[in-house]
């Protein structure tokens, strides 16, 4: 069989020769079509539940319930498109301000703790890193030490003595009490290590040589230098403290201080759940995040990766 | 010679001053916010939760007389702890493996360089950033019993219809279904970075050798990858082993404490109950059990590595 393949010396007779009956081509063609059948699938699996959603938020209440059995193109689609909804949500229609609807009060004041979270951890952190990085001191090692341990807390088991903490220290009820806990973070400082230690040291004492100060090297050598790892860092301390549910829904208690994700569990533990409304907070809490992670795709894979397997 | 040459440098004229402590305090200043924050944030409650689990203690009236190990005697003897801690371990046994399994198979199957497969990890990729919030309260519609996307399918296919989130046998299983399709994407993100990693040489070797598909999967893949597989199962179970928001968003700790997580059974606890000083008991013992797992997986990962 196969006599006139000249590839015979680098191919050895195969151990088992029922597998040759099948043509390789054809094996390979079959294999992707397999291959695109299950991506197909895949695709479908998780763009599913955005569109029901996405959808869901573009139709008036009474049709969402109308056309759920059976499974027709309208279960999907909106028979009559309405911004209703989010009008409604965002307290911009006399039925949503009936309600007390505010949502985007509660999307303009997480903005503001995402954006203080996010500067001062760039910052601090940076420092921190740079610390680790280029500085000498005595037992840094042990320095070190403390931030490693600081891991192995379970973050989510110690949220109640955080908030004993943070009672104590008078900071409950307030913006402070969202920002302040996490304007740290070991897992950023020891991704920082790792861009920081790129950069050759040569760079440092050149600047050193022309009198800069070490906020001067951070300014013009290490920040300059580490711009991708901060981007990265950026974002996963975005979506870290956009995200974050457990600690606002306890730590504050004022409704004007809600942030967007407290706002949207509270929508679903009313006596009537208007399932529009739902759609269309969560459609403004999350497609902007989506769409700007697509788009950092990049960079936030890095970061993933650097924190998964240098960690 | 040396001495002479060091001698001057030393009793420096301004005594214990030295220019080499001045830069030690510089360099101090640039670690101390995160110090801080670390100590305040991160050490200070592990201490208030000892002090509040050994004394009485309200968040109005503080704390109280001293009460020793009563809070953790009552732990040992209270059935919905055990019980919480036993749907924890179900919760992180049912996901973790099945979040493996799966994203491992996935990234063998994406990890062409095509715009298809790129297209379809960006969309596997999507829920890990979604909010976990909105994740779960679109599932639970979802799940509905009446009007849900499932039993929309499941009927319209002509199968009864399953009740998700009100059903103790189901509800945990639904929970589990979700988070695995939330988190997959990390878990694939960091297992095709391990894929990259093995050397296409060894995979043309064995194929050159006659090896098939699942002889080189078994025999080259999973040894090659089994460092970053063993990181992920170590994460991944210290993450899921914390699931909280679901839980709060989905089915309240119910049905029948079905579903009622550990660190819910502390949120129940500390803010529903408002009994403080049982919660952070609770916080305590899972802070242990925890350190136990993460140092038994620690251990178990540096034995593996060295090899």
Same mark, same amino acid.
């Given at each position: 069989m196969q006599v006139n393949r000249p590839s015979l010396a680098i191919e050895p007779l195969p151990l088992r020769p029922w597998r040759v009956a099948v043509p390789r081509r054809a094996r390979n063609v079959a294999a992707r079509g397999v291959q695109y059948a299950l991506g197909v699938a895949l695709l479908i699996v998780y763009i599913v539940? #955005? %569109?029901? $959603?996405? *959808?869901?938020?573009?139709?008036?209440?009474?049709?969402? /319930?109308?056309?759920?059995y059976p499974l027709s193109w309208h279960t999907f689609v909106p028979v009559v498109w309405s911004v209703k909804n989010f009008l409604d949500i965002l307290g911009l229609s006399p039925e949503g301000r009936s309600f007390g609807l505010d949502f985007g009060r509660a999307l303009g004041f997480t903005a503001l703790v995402s954006a203080g979270v996010v500067v001062s951890s760039l910052i &601090?952190?940076? $420092?921190? %890193?740079? #610390?680790? %990085?280029? !500085?000498? &001191?005595?037992? @840094?090692? *042990?320095?070190? !030490?403390f931030v490693i341990a600081t891991l192995l807390i379970p973050f989510e088991a110690v949220m109640v003595p955080l908030y004993i903490?943070?009672?104590?220290l008078h900071l409950q009820d307030t913006y402070w009490a969202l920002v302040l806990p996490w304007y740290a973070s070991p897992f950023v400082i020891f991704a920082l290590i790792q861009f920081f230690k790129e950069i050759p040291r040569e760079l440092d004492e050149a600047a050193t040589m022309d009198g800069a100060s070490h906020l001067g090297i951070l300014r013009h050598v290490i920040v300059p230098n580490a711009l991708p790892g901060l981007i990265t860092t950026a974002l996963l301390e975005f979506q870290f403290?956009?995200?974050? /549910?457990?600690? =606002?829904l306890i730590a504050v208690g004022r409704k004007d201080l809600q942030t967007i994700q407290v706002a949207i569990a509270q929508q679903t533990t009313q006596t009537q759940v208007y399932w529009g409304r739902i759609f269309a907070g969560s459609v403004l809490a999350s497609v902007p995040v989506i769409i700007l992670f697509l788009l950092l795709q990049r960079y936030y894979i890095k970061g993933v990766v650097m924190s998964g397997l240098k960690g | 010679m040396s001495s002479a040459v060091v001698a001057p440098a030393y009793p420096s =004229?301004?005594?214990?001053?030295?220019?080499r402590r001045r830069s030690y305090l510089i360099a101090f200043l640039f670690v101390a916010p995160a110090v801080v924050n670390f100590l305040l944030f991160r050490y200070v409650p592990i201490l208030a939760a000892i002090r509040s689990s050994l004394w009485q203690y309200s968040l109005l009236g503080g704390y109280? @007389? &001293?009460? +020793? *190990?009563? %809070?953790? +005697?009552?732990? !040992?003897?209270?059935?919905?702890?055990?019980?919480?801690?036993?749907?924890?371990?179900?919760?992180?046994? *049912?996901k973790v493996p099945a979040q493996i399994v799966l994203s491992l198979a996935l990234a063998i199957l994406l990890q062409r360089e095509d715009r298809f497969s790129a297209a379809v990890r960006s969309a596997i990729f999507a829920p890990v950033v979604t909010s976990i919030v909105v994740i779960s309260v679109i599932w639970s519609l979802m799940y509905h019993v009446q009007l849900g996307l499932f039993n929309s399918i499941l009927t319209s296919a002509g199968l009864p219809r399953v009740v998700f989130l009100s059903n103790a046998r189901v509800a945990l299983v639904a929970i589990v279904i979700m988070m695995v399709w939330k988190e997959i994407g990390f878990s694939l993100i960091v297992l095709m970075a391990g894929l990259k990693g093995i050397p296409d040489t060894f995979h043309e070797a064995a194929r050159i050798d006659g090896a098939s598909s699942w002889q080189q &999967?078994?025999?080259i893949t999973l040894p090659l990858l089994r460092r970053v597989l063993m990181f992920v199962v170590v994460t991944q179970t210290i993450f899921s082993f914390q699931v909280f928001v679901p839980v709060y968003t989905m089915t309240k700790g119910g049905p029948l404490d079905s579903t009622k997580v550990i660190v819910y059974y502390i949120y129940q606890n500390g803010f529903l109950f408002q009994d403080m000083g049982y919660a952070s008991a609770l916080s305590m013992i899972t802070l242990i059990v925890l350190l136990g797992v993460s140092t038994a997986q620690m251990r178990w990962l540096r034995s593996e590595v060295e090899y």
């Open positions: 539940p #955005f %569109a029901w $959603m996405i *959808l869901g938020s573009l139709r008036l209440e009474t049709e969402i /319930f109308q056309f759920t &601090f952190n940076t $420092m921190g %890193a740079y #610390f680790f %990085a280029r !500085l000498e &001191f005595p037992r @840094k090692d *042990l320095v070190l !030490l903490v943070v009672r104590t403290i956009w995200n974050l /549910f457990y600690w =606002p | =004229p301004r005594g214990w001053w030295t220019r109280g @007389k &001293f009460i +020793g *190990l009563q %809070a953790y +005697g009552r732990l !040992l003897q209270d059935p919905v702890f055990w019980k919480s801690l036993t749907v924890t371990v179900q919760y992180v046994l *049912l &999967f078994r025999s």
